[in-house]
């Protein structure tokens, strides 16, 4: 009977597996992002939970092979879906060396390594982002747990302002938390408010057009007839259709002026502080209250990381600290996020900082706005090509719009090319609605990424689309 028990040094067997593996795997990593194969593949997981295991080699092995089959090559160079980063050679080797080490990051009993480094690492990051020294932050899995742990520091401040300790009573009894925002939002923000029990619809949107965009006016309205109530304003620095900002700036001085907590989300957009072609965009954060990133979007470091920075971090104890006999007493990250027993994220992040420093981060996010800049000027010279939105950061909306095909058809064409570009393989890119039409909206956030790659996606694209006309 397979028992590891019986056999602890297969470990060390098992990881030179993967290791022979991940010769071949990085070394043909701009293969296809996906094959034809790779459902069935991933289907053909399917027996009944053995009562006799296979054993540690060909279990992993049965992993190494089927998986890879069934596998998407999002880390490679051309994955353009969503916002997805890769992981670079310093970050991946401290995320195996985690899994190794296996720490439990709640605390300094448990783990000295993960604590230190994510003290240093959130350090590093609020250096990085031009964020003040005083802030307090914590990892968590990603952007969405980020605006969950950063509204829920923002849901601590209300109550405050009503004189209740929301952690300890809850919200029954008092009004509705109002939220304000432009039609940027991404949907997480809404998931974290749902979570919060704050509620969906409990925001305005302040839209000047049909793009979402932001109208002050409005909301400096909407502050004013709030009359001093506080409130929650949510800036939102890069929205996923476009990379289109809110001015933060201005939203940070309505909501100092009428005392409102303005929190940010810059899950991706954030970085466009790391290179001073972009920082204007994301100009006015410091300012915020709270703001959040991801790591494994534009940082380049393995699943699953996002970063949660609040001015007073005394609100994120306020809400997370859990206290009991048998844990620790003093504060410590498990008690600023959602989690007790957390991963030990800040090696990566530690590593690949360590590793390329402000510098080398910094060309990894030039290296995505140029591909960026590249793209969208081939789209404009192209003549079967149209770009829906100016691209002021790394992603570019755009459509393919053949002469003779009428505006009627221009979107089932495109969300067909959409779909075939994805069993296609060679490129992988969504598409999306921006202003009532259908387009692509590529987004450049893997460190890999060359102009090349992006020409190969409007290749693909005019390739498929041709054949569909
Ligand atoms: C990706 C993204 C999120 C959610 O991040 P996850 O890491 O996927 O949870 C939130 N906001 C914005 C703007 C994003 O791009």
Redesign the pocket.
């Known amino acids: 009977m397979p028992d590891p028990l019986n056999a602890p040094e297969e470990a060390v067997a098992a990881l030179e597996l993967v290791l022979d593996h991940a010769r071949g795997y990085l070394a043909e990593l701009e293969g296809p992002v996906r094959t034809p194969a790779a459902d069935a593949a991933a289907r053909s997981f399917t027996r009944a939970l053995p009562e006799e295991g296979d054993g540690t080699l060909p279990a992993v092995r049965q992993l190494l092979d089927r998986g890879t089959e069934a596998h998407v090559r999002s880390s490679g160079p051309r994955f353009f879906h969503?916002?997805v980063g890769g992981s670079t050679p310093a970050a991946l080797a401290a995320d195996w060396f985690a899994s190794l080490i296996d720490q439990n990051a709640g605390a300094w009993d448990s783990s000295p390594l993960a604590i230190q480094l994510e003290t240093l690492s959130l350090a590093w990051l609020q250096e990085l982002f031009g964020l003040p020294a005083s802030w307090g932050g914590v990892l968590t899995t990603?952007?969405?747990?980020a605006?969950f742990t950063a509204l829920g520091a923002a849901r601590q401040w209300w109550g405050e302002q009503h004189s209740v300790d929301v952690a300890a009573k809850g919200l029954a009894g008092l009004p509705p938390v109002p939220v304000l925002t432009s039609g940027f939002l991404?949907v997480?923000?809404l998931k974290a408010l749902a979570m919060l029990g704050i509620g969906r619809e409990q925001v305005t949107y302040c839209r000047a057009d049909e793009s979402g965009r932001l109208d002050l006016g409005g909301l400096d309205r909407e502050l004013k007839r709030l009359a001093g109530e506080p409130a929650i304003v949510i800036a939102?620095a890069?929205?996923?259709n476009a990379g289109h900002f809110d001015p933060i700036a201005e939203m940070s001085d309505l909501a100092h002026e009428h005392g409102a907590w303005l929190h940010v989300?810059g899950?991706?957009?954030l970085f466009a502080r790391v290179s001073p072609r972009t920082a204007a965009l994301a100009a006015g954060i410091e300012r915020a209250d709270s703001v959040i990133s991801?790591g494994?979007?534009w940082l380049n470091i393995p699943f699953?990381c996002?970063f949660a920075f609040v001015r007073d971090p005394a609100l994120l104890t306020a809400v997370f600290s859990a206290t009991a006999t048998y844990l620790p007493q003093e504060e410590v990250f498990a008690f600023r996020g959602p989690e007790l027993s957390r991963r030990a994220r800040s090696l990566a992040v530690w590593a690949t900082l360590a590793a390329y420093g402000r510098s080398g981060h910094r060309a990894i996010v030039e290296r995505c706005l140029d591909v960026a800049a590249h793209v969208a000027r081939e789209v404009e010279a192209a003549d079967d090509l149209e770009l829906l939105a100016p691209a002021p950061l790394n992603i570019v909306c755009f459509r393919y719009r053949p002469r003779g095909v009428s505006e009627d058809a221009l979107d089932a064409l495109n969300l067909e090319i959409g779909q075939r570009v994805l069993t296609d393989g060679r490129v992988y890119v969504g598409t999306t609605r921006w202003c009532g039409r259908i387009g692509f909206r590529p987004a450049f956030v893997n460190w890999r990424t060359t102009t090349t790659d992006g020409d190969l996606l409007l290749a693909t694209v005019r390739e498929l689309g041709h054949r569909l006309v």
């Not at 990603?142 to 747990?145: I, L, R």
């Open positions: 969503w916002v990603g952007a969405t747990m605006n991404h997480t923000s939102n890069g929205e996923v989300d899950a991706f957009g991801d494994h979007k699953d996002g």
